[in-house]
């Protein structure tokens, strides 16, 4: 919220005041309406930041520069190095290729992946706002984090609530391309059942994003962006591929079915569930039934 506006159009000063004397007096409504004062105080601060700019773009118009002249990086295929970096260590990561405590080297990177240390700092600011990093210091590496049982916990709850309402909006509105596309990765996870634990947990990440693309949220991918790898983590070791496998299959048929709010009840009855968590916590296996 404040990375969107002009440091100059907002004061939220007195609304943390609001939030003080909410928390001190126990008021959650109090701070809820804080919130909502805070959010719209934002709001009216962003329209006016985009009005100013507006008029900025009114003035300048196309005698911009270069503006015909600059290629559009994804149009061309090109992907910065820093995003291959970043890509590759979060797999490893994932897959415990880099476990947990281990160092990670801006400089030996560079050397090892053949590129400058400017994009391999920024691969690894990237990792950290993701939680799977500890940036280092003059003093002291980056290391690769672990997860705490609380995080875990914390993790799994999230995640409930966001990939229950990307069921349902998948649901809602998938066209066949997309139907055609759920049910390909799902033959991918089918086939991937024999394969080792990183290609399955891929499979089965891999379904779920197409779920996330259906919902045509971009607010919603852009949050789970942050939290995947660290979900991926969470999951990683659980005994749970072929539970996964067949929950899979019936969100699938409710999916192509359009039918949001059996999705939904498929989703939060399978997943959901204290067995479930204690499967990811704790690595017990689950009992696969109808």
């Not at 890509?87 to 030996?108: A, F, M, N």
């Not at 560079?110 to 994009?119: I, T």
């Not at 939680?131 to 993790?155: F, I, K």
Request: charged share 30%; proline share 4%.
């Amino acid at each position: 919220m404040f990375a969107l506006n002009d440091s100059q159009l907002i004061a939220p000063i007195r609304y943390y005041e609001q939030f003080e004397e909410a928390f001190r007096a126990g008021d959650p409504a109090e701070a809820e309406h804080a919130m909502v004062e805070l959010s719209a105080h934002f709001e009216q601060a962003r329209r006016e930041r985009a009005l100013a700019e507006l008029g900025a773009l009114d003035v300048a118009g196309d005698d911009l520069p270069g503006a015909e002249e600059r290629p559009c990086a994804e149009e061309a295929g090109y992907t910065p190095d820093y995003v291959r970096l970043r890509d590759q260590l979060r797999e490893e990561i994932i897959d415990g290729t880099r476990p947990p405590g281990s160092v990670v080297s801006e400089r030996k990177l560079a050397e090892e992946f053949g590129m400058s240390r400017a994009p391999v700092g920024e691969a690894l600011e990237q990792l950290a706002r993701e939680g799977l990093l500890t940036l280092g210091a003059s003093r002291t590496a980056s290391r690769v984090r672990g997860l705490g049982e609380d995080e875990r916990n914390d993790l799994f709850e999230v995640c409930a609530v966001l990939d229950a309402l990307a069921m349902r909006l998948a649901a809602q509105r998938p066209t066949q391309a997309e139907v055609v596309e759920l049910k390909r990765r799902l033959d991918v996870e089918e086939r991937a059942a024999c394969s080792d634990t990183a290609a399955r947990l891929r499979a089965i990440f891999d379904f779920r994003a197409q779920i996330y693309a259906m919902a045509g949220n971009e607010l919603l991918i852009e949050v789970d962006s942050w939290i995947e790898g660290r979900t991926r983590m969470t999951v990683s070791n659980a005994p749970m591929a072929d539970f996964v496998l067949h929950a899979h299959r019936l969100l699938y048929r409710a999916i192509s079915s359009r039918d949001a709010e059996l999705t939904e009840t498929i989703y939060r009855d399978a997943f959901t569930r204290t067995d479930i968590r204690r499967t990811i916590l704790q690595n017990v296996p689950i009992q696969l039934d109808d």
